[in-house]
């Protein structure tokens, strides 16, 4: 009797364990499935467009010898001066920075000029904007024609890394106040400008537009700018990458250059890597035969 009432027993416990399993099944929340990430597979020519994304915002247009001067007067208060600074570093980030390339200079002024560095000072973007960071106010006055005039006898100087003139490489000045100069900027603006250095004046706020006029290149309406508060001075970014990057000439054309392509303002030229000759074609290239003599 007592191994029947055993039997009984384990056949219960056996179907109330079977009952609750069952029902857990029944109301269990059901599993979320994960979505997983699609598989990417590139051809040769996605992988080089993929390769080629961190450089679209950059210029791919002749190089250029570009000055920026950049009052920090009393009138610039200290949150706008770092505003100053950070539309400096994304025009940094714009510009195909190195040394056969764009070169940089930056100058401070306020009732005095101060270079902080020179064209030849940095040849890539992490250290120039590092040292721009650093930059410091010199607090009173706006001094801007000896500003304009410290960019024209020192930055634009061969001395400073600035290209010799028969190169035929830019040379560009962008001057960034919010005041009205306390000398005259109208004569040496003009010296400047008929030394072959092309201005841009950019205005925040209270800057005199009289005073932006007289030193900018013509025509005018591409060289003056103006914006309300430094909050808003790096929308001027994208302003200046249509202005300063020109289009690439061999990749707005087909160029169909056998092994270099050189882009021009307006063209593009084909050349052979060393050991090789351009052919008549002017496209296609030939190795250099090297014959003895005799």
């Not at 306020?110 to 992490?126: G, H």
Request: proline residues 3%.
């Amino acid at each position: 009797m007592k191994l029947l009432w055993c039997g009984i027993l384990y056949c219960v416990l056996v179907i109330i364990a079977q009952v609750r399993a069952n029902n857990y099944r029944r109301y269990r929340a059901p599993a979320r499935r994960i979505p997983l990430s699609p598989t990417i597979r590139y051809t040769k020519t996605a992988l080089a467009q993929h390769a080629n994304v961190g450089q679209e915002s950059q210029c791919k247009s002749q190089p250029q010898d570009v000055v920026f001067i950049i009052d920090s007067s009393r009138s610039v208060r200290p949150h706008e001066f770092e505003q100053v600074k950070v539309f400096l570093g994304h025009m940094v980030d714009t510009l195909d920075i190195g040394l056969d390339r764009t070169r940089v200079a930056v100058i401070n002024y306020a009732s005095t000029v101060r270079i902080e560095f020179m064209l030849n000072t940095y040849t890539n973007k992490r250290d120039m904007k590092r040292a721009i960071s650093q930059i410091d106010p010199l607090a009173t006055g706006t001094m801007t024609g000896l500003a304009i005039e410290g960019a024209m006898d020192k930055a634009f100087m061969d001395i400073a890394g600035a290209r010799p003139k028969d190169r035929g490489i830019s040379r560009v000045a962008i001057v960034v106040t919010d005041g009205r100069p306390q000398d005259q900027v109208s004569e040496i603006s003009a010296r400047a400008r008929a030394a072959g250095i092309e201005i841009y004046a950019v205005g925040v706020g209270r800057a005199d537009m009289m005073s932006l006029r007289k030193m900018a290149s013509e025509p005018l309406d591409d060289h003056v700018f103006y914006v309300e508060t430094y909050g808003v001075i790096e929308k001027l970014t994208s302003r200046f990458k249509e202005t300063l990057c020109g289009v690439d000439m061999c990749v707005a054309a087909s160029h169909d250059c056998e092994q270099i392509c050189v882009s021009t303002t307006t063209a593009f030229y084909c050349r052979c890597r060393p050991g090789f000759e351009l052919n008549e074609d002017q496209k296609t290239c030939s190795r250099v035969a090297n014959c003895a003599a005799g």
